[in-house]
């Protein structure tokens, strides 16, 4: 490729004034002049000692740019907006959106050639991925790569075991004093959560759409094999900018096929629906919910990892990782998919070796043949609801009850733990207004903790159906994403406490027993809540977002603009 075509020629290659500036400014930081004739290379970085989990970004980032200078690139490292699961308030769903603006603009107002992101906690990698989708120039990712497993008392922990803590604390088998020595062992390393949760099923996900390079799931944070893979990738960028390479050569309708399939086998977070929906309306990938059911449903879960299962993401780095499982999907995955080493998919698995069955099933002997993810439909939600039935309970799979309804999160932590409450293990609760608009932003608060007395009978599943979202690394006979929410004004709106509703997850339905008569009588009397916030970006959000079987982004933000600059001189 010579150099005038480099994307980053329109500004480093310039005479006069412009160039003079474009370029006197970066030799600030000790830049010959040579650099600047060669590719330019992104490092999109989302370090952040906000966000634990990518808190070794600068590090990996030094690697990544040894691979960039190796292959005869030019790394510029950047900041973008870091978005922590465990610390912003009130749920970083709110700004995954936000944050892809941030990309997509950081992205194209910049003289780069291609980009690397650094993706780690759950919301990291799709903001990071839709941005880089609206601008589309040649990318590969890199994932940040799980903790090791959690250690307390000769016994592994992670990220699941908080919510039966939580269960703990509320029946008094649990206290405080055991939660505080707990904290000290659940996050032994630097990395993200250490089950199949969402951050865990992100990274599969880029693996399987052919973003990464094989195996790039998997590896722990800490292991030096994350940092030679960082140096392959910063390399790898040179040449797929050579090459012209881009986001949408890779992500066509079968590679986002292809991620549903392995989503089903690994058993990965609900969550992946909302964003592969969000990331496929980017780049221009017609896709609906009913592609995720369909095809999910003849895969069988084959990865053995919490919250489905038994091991934790260390286990499934030494039995082989993601490539183990996707072989084992031959015949069923479009192997001719193009991934960003210039391999297809199935050229990329074909060598790959498992080295524990207990943690990776074969496809004839799985973990479970209850597959990963069901998409329910029916008068609460005609547009679609979610549920995990490898982590529900099968003596609920086809459940009718009466409805326990709060109206709000607040409504239900006012009342969950009343003694006077009419609730028994029959009882489906049900919560609103946790939806995109209604909350807003969508947060994990589906799996609602028990009511305390049922917990105290030793029952730890009842049916709960919201219109909000799950923790990927939760668990529950949990009905999650009803669309429309309940501040659109639905039928899931207008549901009310004793109305009989019926759960078939086999059959995909899910109805309340009323007539359409009486729930349009019931709607005449529907109010929509009062705005919560009346400016900023939240206003913007809580006017623009989509509903949550469109992906729940912005209905401005889907597409691409492209890379190209309108106004490109001082
Ligand atoms: Fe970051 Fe779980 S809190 S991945």
Request: aromatic residues 6%.
């Amino acid at each position: 490729m010579k150099e005038e075509q480099l994307r980053s020629s329109n500004w480093f290659g310039r005479t006069g004034k412009d160039g003079f500036i474009y370029r006197a400014w970066m030799k600030n930081n000790g830049i010959p002049g040579h650099e600047f004739k060669k590719p330019v290379i992104g490092i999109c970085n989302t370090w952040s000692e906000l966000t634990p989990c990518n808190v070794h970004f600068r590090d990996l980032a030094e690697h990544v740019k040894r691979g960039v200078l190796e292959a005869g690139g030019f790394p510029v490292e950047f900041p973008v907006m870091s978005l922590g699961e465990t610390l912003m308030k009130p749920t970083t769903m709110l700004f995954r959106n936000l944050a892809s603006m941030d990309v997509e603009e950081s992205i194209r107002a910049n003289p780069l050639d291609g980009v690397v992101l650094l993706c780690g906690c759950d919301k990291t990698t799709p903001s990071l991925l839709m941005g880089a989708c609206s601008v589309n120039l040649p990318t590969i990712i890199v994932s940040g790569g799980p903790m090791l497993t959690g250690k307390y008392k000769g016994n592994s922990i992670g990220t699941s075991d908080v919510w039966r803590l939580a269960a703990g604390l509320q029946t008094g088998t649990v206290n405080e004093a055991q939660l505080h020595s707990m904290e000290d062992a659940l996050c032994r390393s630097q990395g993200h959560c250490a089950v199949m949760g969402t951050a865990s099923t992100m990274a599969c996900m880029v693996e399987s759409l052919g973003l990464s390079l094989p195996g790039n799931a998997a590896i722990p944070a800490v292991d030096a094999h994350r940092k030679v893979l960082a140096q392959h990738s910063g390399s790898r960028i040179v040449e797929m900018v050579r090459q012209q390479l881009c986001l949408s050569d890779i992500l066509t309708r079968e590679a986002f096929e292809n991620a549903i399939m392995a989503n089903a086998a690994i058993g990965g977070s609900t969550n992946f629906v909302i964003h592969l929906l969000a990331i496929a309306g980017r780049i221009g990938v017609p896709l609906t919910l009913q592609d995720f059911d369909r095809l999910s449903r003849n895969i069988p879960l084959l990865v053995n990892l919490q919250p489905s299962g038994a091991f934790f993401m260390e286990d499934f780095y030494y039995a082989g990782g993601l490539p183990v499982v996707l072989k084992e999907l031959d015949g069923l995955l479009h192997g001719g998919t193009l991934t960003v080493n210039g391999k297809t998919i199935g050229e990329n698995y074909k060598t790959a070796e498992c080295y524990d069955r207990n943690v990776i099933a074969t496809a004839t002997d799985p973990v479970n043949t209850v597959t990963g993810l069901a998409v329910l439909k029916g008068n609460i939600c005609p547009d679609g609801a979610v549920i995990k039935p490898s982590a529900a309970s099968p003596h609920l799979m086809q459940h009718t009850g009466p409805a326990l309804v709060f109206e709000s999160i607040d409504d239900y932590k006012n009342r969950i733990n009343d003694d006077k409450l009419e609730v028994d293990a029959n009882t489906i609760l049900v919560l609103k207004n946790v939806g995109p608009k209604g909350y807003p932003g969508m947060p994990e608060v589906g799996n609602m903790t028990l009511p305390k007395k049922i917990l105290e009978q030793g029952i730890t599943d009842m049916v709960r159906i919201s219109d909000g979202r799950m923790s990927g690394t939760g668990f529950g006979t949990v009905v999650l994403h009803v669309s429309p929410e309940a501040a659109a004004g639905g039928n899931f709106s207008v549901l009310q406490t004793g109305d009989l509703i019926t759960l078939d997850v086999e059959q995909r339905t899910l109805e309340v027993h009323l007539t359409e008569e009486e729930l349009q009588q019931r709607k005449t009397a529907w109010q929509p809540l009062p705005p919560h916030v009346s400016r900023g970006y939240v206003q913007l959000y809580t006017q623009q977002v989509q509903q949550a079987h469109l992906g729940a982004d912005l209905d401005f933000l889907t597409g691409s603009s492209g890379a190209g600059v309108s106004k490109d001189s001082h």
